[in-house]
């Protein structure tokens, strides 16, 4: 095997089981050091110190860590620690999480709070903590780990959707910031049979998603060619990519511009030929601004209809 992540360091978020150690297993056979983050993990006997035994028994080297990425100053002490020991850190994969699933007009504040702080503030902690120092060195790979339920909605996940969706959007600004930096930042979205989801498939589905199946992806979002601002889909040994698109819509000019007008046209609207994937949230104004000029300087009959109105 090719091992692509030579020489590298890594952290791992949640990587005690599930999804998190097969990262870390993976990153580990392609030569990354790796430093496995879980609650508990300094403890004897752990779940994430079976996970580094199991590295270092392969050859590789791995460490454990056990701060709990809700807490900032955990998440940076457990930063420093990985450059005190290999001198840097390259590859940051946020993959902690929770699951309090209800349906929202049964879910308490404290279950939807629990879950943003902490998918969406424990990548966010993880990701500050490195930030700096990565841009610093012109190199870094960070992953946010992401979920169709957030991309697409799933019934009774009303919290951990937003968390998975807002994780997009830190990914989109942070790869534009980084960009010239040399860092790199994707987004991960697994199908993966793991201890949240247990109960959720049947046992024929169960044995097709192995967390094994997904961890290629995450090579591939942080090898040295790892691409940009990516929403990569996996599962099952099947890859897919996402994309937040824009339709080319429609422009009412100054003669129809109304609510019944645009109600009356929302079908046009939603139409999806020649839809686009904006590089910035700026490609909006640019492309509604593009839409207004032309629609008053066609000639069209509506134009014609502002000229009429307009003529003395």
């Given at each position: 095997?090719?091992?692509?992540?030579?020489?590298?360091?890594?952290?791992?978020?949640?990587?005690?089981?599930?999804?998190?150690?097969?990262?870390?297993?993976?990153?580990?056979?392609?030569?990354?050091?790796?430093?496995?983050?879980?609650?508990?993990?300094?403890?004897?006997?752990?779940?994430?110190?079976?996970?580094?035994?199991?590295?270092?028994?392969?050859?590789?080297?791995?460490?454990?860590?056990?701060?709990?990425?809700?807490?900032?100053?955990?998440?940076?002490?457990?930063?420093?620690?990985?450059?005190?020991?290999?001198?840097?850190?390259?590859?940051?994969?946020?993959?902690?999480?929770?699951?309090?699933?209800?349906?929202?007009?049964?879910?308490?504040?404290?279950?939807?709070?629990?879950?943003?702080?902490?998918?969406?503030?424990?990548?966010?902690?993880?990701?500050?903590?490195?930030?700096?120092?990565?841009?610093?060195?012109?190199?870094?790979?960070?992953?946010?780990?992401?979920?169709?339920?957030?991309?697409?909605?799933?019934?009774?996940?009303?919290?951990?959707?937003?968390?998975?969706?807002?994780?997009?959007?830190?990914?989109?600004?942070?790869?534009?910031?980084?960009?010239?930096?040399?860092?790199?930042?994707?987004?991960?979205?697994?199908?993966?049979?793991?201890?949240?989801?247990?109960?959720?498939?049947?046992?024929?589905?169960?044995?097709?998603?192995?967390?094994?199946?997904?961890?290629?992806?995450?090579?591939?979002?942080?090898?040295?060619?790892?691409?940009?601002?990516?929403?990569?889909?996996?599962?099952?040994?099947?890859?897919?990519?996402?994309?937040?698109?824009?339709?080319?819509?429609?422009?009412?000019?100054?003669?129809?511009?109304?609510?019944?007008?645009?109600?009356g046209r929302l079908?046009?609207?939603?139409?999806?030929?020649?839809?686009?994937?904006?590089?910035?949230?700026?490609?909006?104004?640019?492309?509604?601004?593009?839409?207004?000029?032309?629609?008053?300087?066609?000639?069209?009959?509506?134009?014609?209809?502002?000229?009429?109105?307009?003529a003395p």
């Amino acid at each position: 095997m090719t091992q692509l992540l030579q020489g590298r360091n890594a952290i791992v978020t949640g990587a005690g089981r599930g999804l998190g150690r097969s990262h870390a297993l993976e990153l580990a056979r392609h030569g990354a050091r790796v430093m496995i983050n879980d609650k508990g993990a300094d403890q004897p006997g752990s779940e994430a110190q079976a996970v580094v035994d199991a590295i270092r028994a392969a050859g590789g080297q791995a460490c454990a860590h056990g701060a709990d990425v809700t807490d900032p100053e955990q998440v940076r002490a457990m930063t420093q620690s990985a450059i005190d020991q290999w001198g840097r850190v390259d590859i940051l994969v946020n993959n902690a999480g929770v699951l309090r699933d209800k349906s929202f007009a049964k879910m308490s504040l404290e279950e939807f709070r629990l879950v943003m702080e902490v998918h969406l503030m424990g990548s966010v902690h993880c990701t500050h903590a490195v930030w700096n120092a990565m841009r610093e060195q012109n190199y870094g790979r960070i992953v946010m780990t992401t979920s169709s339920s957030g991309l697409y909605g799933n019934f009774g996940q009303s919290n951990y959707a937003a968390a998975k969706m807002a994780l997009v959007g830190l990914m989109q600004t942070l790869a534009l910031e980084g960009e010239r930096y040399g860092v790199r930042v994707n987004c991960l979205a697994p199908t993966a049979a793991t201890a949240m989801t247990e109960g959720l498939l049947d046992p024929q589905a169960l044995d097709m998603l192995s967390p094994a199946s997904v961890s290629p992806a995450l090579i591939a979002l942080v090898a040295e060619n790892a691409p940009n601002r990516t929403i990569l889909m996996a599962g099952a040994g099947s890859f897919e990519q996402a994309n937040i698109t824009m339709t080319h819509g429609i422009c009412l000019n100054e003669a129809e511009l109304s609510a019944s007008a645009l109600i009356g046209r929302l079908d046009e609207v939603s139409d999806r030929e020649n839809e686009s994937v904006p590089a910035t949230g700026f490609d909006q104004l640019r492309h509604e601004i593009a839409k207004a000029q032309a629609c008053r300087q066609s000639g069209t009959p509506e134009a014609q209809a502002i000229q009429a109105r307009r003529a003395p």
